[in-house]
């Protein structure tokens, strides 16, 4: 049985609590968080104790895994923490803030031997997880081009507004591009260049951001995000990639596959996970959130290495983020 220490309580720490809830080997055990209503709610559901904050959680907890879930810039002093407590630790995206917190992660993994595995986790979710299959198996040949895009009303709902303070979050370029970014890298490796266009708020905030990528054979992948669209606008995140053999489309229509010959049709995905969830945000169902801790879980137990969504592939995608936003003069100007 895998005991987890859960840091973080809102809706993301939520959202874990609920998934590692729903699997077996698993228990949270441990849970903390600043504003103990939001512990308290957690904890109920599971028996947890709880802690004052997450040091104190690292500190005293008997635990073999924590789970952080905190604002990004509060990631690495607690993954660090744990990894120097002997714990092995899952961080949701973005893995770090720059470049100097994920080399620290970096040296201390390398130091203490703790695996660690990053919340990236549209590499677990069961469309992306098809089309990164077909791809594997080159199913309908050569990428020609692709676009994705993931796009949303305001999110208003983050403690203390920590999103919208580029100095916390680093915009939405490390909240929501960096989904894409890094799934793109996943499937079709690192590009060749970039070119990065951004719109930016009254204080110089990005909140749109659009990026061309080259790939060998003059293949090109588009991705763009957006979190500052009416409250009214639902969100939405779609893929349109047009191989030499076929054109795959995943949007609220579903996943679609229309063949260069032959009819469209709708591939048949068997979801690892069925049934709502009482969370809210715009997640109906537990999806890839079930599968990337079912993956962390199941590895753990098995003292398996984690090789799907780990901390140096974490790095890389922000790093090339980081790029990006070096490229238009950062996240705030």
């Known amino acids: 049985m895998l005991k987890i220490g859960l840091i973080g309580c809102g809706?993301?720490?939520?959202?874990?609590?609920?998934?590692?809830?729903?699997?077996?080997?698993?228990?949270?055990?441990?849970?903390?968080?600043?504003?103990?209503?939001?512990?308290?709610?957690?904890?109920?559901?599971?028996?947890?104790?709880?802690?004052?904050?997450?040091?104190?959680?690292?500190?005293?907890?008997?635990?073999?895994?924590?789970?952080?879930?905190?604002?990004t810039y509060l990631h690495t002093h607690h993954a660090v923490l744990a990894m120097k407590a002997g714990k092995h630790v899952f961080i949701e995206k973005p893995v770090a803030l720059n470049r100097e917190e994920a080399q620290l992660l970096l040296d201390t993994q390398k130091e203490t031997g703790a695996q660690v595995q990053i919340g990236q986790v549209i590499r677990f979710w069961d469309?992306?997880?098809?089309?990164?299959?077909?791809?594997?198996?080159?199913?309908?040949?050569?990428?020609?081009?692709?676009?994705?895009?993931?796009?949303?009303?305001?999110?208003?709902?983050?403690?203390?507004?920590?999103?919208?303070?580029?100095?916390?979050?680093?915009?939405?370029?490390?909240?929501?591009?960096?989904?894409?970014?890094?799934?793109?890298?996943?499937?079709?490796?690192?590009?060749?260049?970039?070119k990065t266009t951004v719109q930016r708020n009254a204080d110089g905030v990005v909140q749109h951001i659009f990026s061309c990528f080259t790939y060998p054979d003059n293949a090109a992948v588009s991705v763009e995000a957006c979190w500052d669209y009416?409250?009214?606008?639902?969100?939405?995140?779609?893929?349109?990639?047009?191989?030499?053999n076929a054109t795959v489309m995943n949007n609220a229509n579903g996943l679609m596959v229309y063949p260069t010959q032959g009819d469209a049709y709708k591939p048949e995905l068997k979801k690892s996970f069925e049934g709502g969830n009482d969370i809210g945000g715009n997640i109906s169902d537990l999806g890839g959130y079930y599968n990337e801790l079912r993956y962390f879980v199941e590895n753990l137990n098995a003292n398996q290495p984690l090789t799907v969504a780990p901390l140096d592939e974490g790095v890389r995608s922000l790093n090339l983020i980081l790029d990006e936003l070096d490229s238009v003069g950062g996240a705030q100007i």
């Not at 209503?37 to 500190?59: F, T």
């Open 127 to 194: 469309e992306y997880v098809w089309l990164k299959e077909q791809i594997d198996h080159n199913a309908f040949g050569k990428m020609r081009s692709a676009t994705f895009k993931r796009l949303s009303s305001w999110p208003d709902w983050s403690w203390d507004n920590w999103l919208h303070q580029a100095q916390k979050s680093g915009s939405v370029a490390q909240d929501m591009h960096i989904h894409d970014v890094d799934f793109m890298r996943f499937a079709f490796g690192d590009p060749l260049s970039f």
């Open 230 to 244: 009416p409250a009214t606008f639902p969100f939405s995140a779609h893929f349109c990639v047009k191989f030499e």
């Open 11 to 71: 809706f993301m720490g939520g959202m874990h609590a609920a998934c590692y809830a729903a699997l077996d080997n698993v228990k949270v055990v441990a849970v903390a968080d600043l504003r103990a209503d939001k512990a308290k709610e957690v904890a109920d559901k599971s028996g947890a104790a709880i802690y004052e904050n997450g040091e104190a959680l690292i500190a005293n907890a008997d635990v073999d895994a924590v789970d952080i879930c905190l604002p």
